[in-house]
Nanobody
Framework: QVQLVESGGGMVQAGDYLRLSCTAS????????MAWFRQAPGKEREFVAA????????DYADSVKGRFTIARDNTKNTMYLHMRSLKPADTAVYFC???????????WGQGTQVTVSS
């Protein structure tokens, strides 16, 4: 059974730092492309960042470039999202997702809430 479990969310103030983690089980993590998405209240889920298997090439949404860093530790089957200079606009439920190859993301976590106050 595949599971993606996020952790690390919380309530912080604008300008603060927060690290999210996503631990995977039940899948060959090293072969999976992984990503973070987020969904703010009343809005659609949006892409935040992605990291490829193998090469580790990363991609970011324009809204988080220069502030967020995505990383993965294949020895721990874990992906991270380092979030710096947080803004109230970053408030959302953050989801991790994984897929094998291209196409849609096959697996999703349950989400972790991040709330940034001004």
């Amino acid at each position: 059974q595949v599971q993606l479990v996020e952790s690390g969310g919380g309530m912080v103030q604008a300008g603060d730092y927060l690290r999210l983690s996503c631990t995977a089980s039940g899948l060959p993590f090293t072969q999976y492309n992984m990503a973070w998405f987020r969904q703010a209240p009343g809005k659609e889920r949006e892409f935040v960042a992605a990291i490829r298997s193998g090469s580790g090439v990363t991609d970011y949404a324009d809204s988080v470039k220069g502030r967020f860093t995505i990383a993965r530790d294949n020895t721990k089957n874990t992906m991270y999202l380092h979030m710096r200079s947080l803004k109230p606009a970053d408030t959302a439920v953050y989801f991790c997702a994984g897929k094998y190859g291209m196409g849609r993301y096959d697996y999703w976590g349950q989400g972790t809430q991040v709330t940034v106050s001004s």
